[in-house]
Each structure stands twice: as structure tokens, then as C-alpha cells.
């Protein structure tokens, strides 16, 4: 089993209040995790946010922590709440009312991956489900806690960026009607979990660097963004998409000739985020 649930990279100096966190690009997988499953390694891997973490590595560099998860999302889902327990996977578990995300197999223990196929034949238990979220979901989220309580109480504020990667075929909609295919996708729940100004100033960033971005269509930000978001507390979350097709051949999981481009691009875009984060402390402070 994989000792941690996560990694961070700290800066050797922290100057800015920004925190990078990347929930889905863990791949270590459990041995018995694996022999659970009918599907095979590259279905299994489907899911996952590979190369996220690779991709927002110069964050510390510029004075920003990195946090990274390192179990997959297929084993235990970090953007997701502990309370959103799939009754169709997990044994003893009583489901009232309507959850979107559970109902598409989607919860903290995911029943499926990509394209909606199924992980497991059967169900878990409920022990097995509670183990997980004890050993990896729960520190994760301390750490991420932790990583955000010392950006608050250094520079008055914090902002997150909580890293992804989308599937292109996720934008298929919008090239049917004409619209440019976004490269980026920023989530902010519609403006409540960041600061107008903040939100400006990040999209901002990408788009000097070259990226089409669109906001919170379809990917507005899900438990992370929502949870750590809270603008009113001086604490906002700002979810980021990322075309995988940019970077990575998304059949055979590995980086295509686009990966050092976009990691370069992504670099420009990280240094200039920083540093909204190092001009905001001192207002933020007052």
C-alpha cells in the first residue's frame, strides 16, 4: 500500500499566499486495489489527471507550495466529500436523497471511470471505504488545511488553484456550434468561491500565455472548490481544466510532442499567478 497520501513540494521561501494543489494525478496503485478490479491498467488509469502534477511543477520555484496527491482517484477521490458514499458500491450504505455525482458512480470511492465503466464486480466493504478515506482522503485534506491556514495567517489571505485535466471530447459541444475549443477551463461556482478581481487577474495569466480559456462551463469547480473557497474569509479557490489533448496522448497516457510547450507555457502563467498572490498580501494585511 502507498505509505502517503500525498506529497508537497515546499518553496524555499514562501512570498505569495497562492497554493497549487493537484488531487487527481496520483498513480500509485495498491497492489490489492489492483487484483479488485476488472479492468485492466490503462482502463484503470482512465481517470486520472496524469502529468497534472509535472505540468504546475514550478510553482515552488516562484515561491508557491505544491501539494499532490499520490493514490489515484479510481481508489479514493480527493475532490469529493467523505459524506458522498455510493450505496451502489459500498456495502451497508444507505442513500437518501439526490446526489449528482453519486449517481453517476462518482463519489469519494468511484464505482466507475472514464466513459462510465465499472471498476469492480460487486461491492466493498464498508470497512474497506472508511480505511481509505481515513488513511488518504483525511490527511489530504489536513495538509491542504494546513498549507491554507499559514498563507492566511503570513499574508492575510490565500488563494488555491486546484489543478485538472479534461478529456478534449469534454468540448465537443462547444466546436459543434461554432464557439472556439477552450484549452482551459476556470471554475469558480459562478463567482463564490473567488474574488471577482482575483478570478480577472488568473484568467488574465493564461490567456498571455496563449491559452483559450472559458469559465465555468461545464466545469464550474466541485468539493474543493467549494469548500476552500470562502471570499468573504479572504480564502479563495479557483479551479483549473487543462485539454489534456495539449500535452498528452490520451489513449496511451503518456506525453506527446506538445507536453515541454505547454509545461513552458504553464510556467509563465504560474510566475505571473504568484505574483498576484505577492501584491495582494500587503492590501490584505491592512
Known amino acids: 500500500m502507498p505509505k502517503d497520501a500525498y506529497s508537497v513540494i515546499q518553496p524555499e521561501k514562501r512570498t505569495s ?8 494525478s496520483g498513480n500509485c496503485y495498491p497492489i490489492n486495489f489492483l ?19 509535472r505540468l504546475f511543477d514550478a510553482a515552488p520555484t516562484f515561491g508557491a507550495p505544491l501539494l499532490m496527491a499520490s493514490v489515484p482517484r479510481a481508489f479514493v477521490d480527493f475532490n469529493r466529500s467523505a459524506e458522498e458514499l455510493d450505496p451502489s458500491i459500498i456495502e451497508d450504505v444507505h442513500f437518501s436523497g439526490h446526489n449528482p455525482r453519486i449517481s453517476s458512480g462518482l463519489g469519494v470511492i468511484p464505482r466507475v471511470v472514464a466513459n ?7 461491492k466493498i466493504s464498508f470497512q474497506e471505504a472508511d480505511r481509505r478515506i481515513s488513511k488518504y482522503w483525511k490527511p ?21 488553484i486546484d489543478c485538472h485535466s479534461m478529456p478534449r471530447e469534454a468540448m465537443d459541444g462547444r466546436a459543434r456550434v ?20 482575483i478570478m480577472e487577474k488568473v484568467e488574465a495569466a493564461f490567456e498571455s ?10 466545469f464550474a469547480g466541485a468539493y474543493t472548490t467549494q469548500v476552500y473557497g470562502r471570499p468573504t474569509h479572504n ?10 489533448s495539449l500535452y498528452m496522448n490520451e489513449r496511451l497516457i503518456c506525453p506527446n510532442d506538445g507536453f515541454e510547450e505547454t509545461r ?10 504568484v505574483s498576484i498572490g505577492q501584491v495582494l498580501t500587503p492590501v490584505a494585511a491592512e
Open 178 to 197: 461554432g464557439m472556439k475549443r477552450p484549452d482551459v477551463v476556470l471554475g469558480d461556482r459562478f463567482g463564490a468561491s473567488s474574488g471577482h478581481m
Open 17 to 24: 499566499c497562492l497554493v497549487f494543489a493537484s488531487p487527481h
Open 264 to 273: 513552458r507555457r504553464l510556467h509563465n502563467v504560474i510566475e505571473e499567478i
Open 35 to 53: 487484483r479488485s478490479t476488472v479492468l485492466n491498467e490503462m482502463e484503470i488509469r482512465s481517470s486520472e489527471d496524469a502529468f497534472v502534477d
Open 209 to 218: 500565455a496563449g491559452f483559450n480559456v472559458a469559465r465555468n462551463s461545464p
Open 140 to 160: 489530504y485534506h489536513i495538509k491542504l488545511q494546513e498549507l491554507l491556514g499559514l498563507a492566511q495567517k503570513t499574508h492575510g489571505q490565500a488563494i488555491l
Open 116 to 122: 462510465g465503466r465499472a471498476i469492480y464486480q460487486g
Open 235 to 244: 480564502q479563495h479557490s479557483i479551479q483549473v481544466e487543462i485539454d489534456r
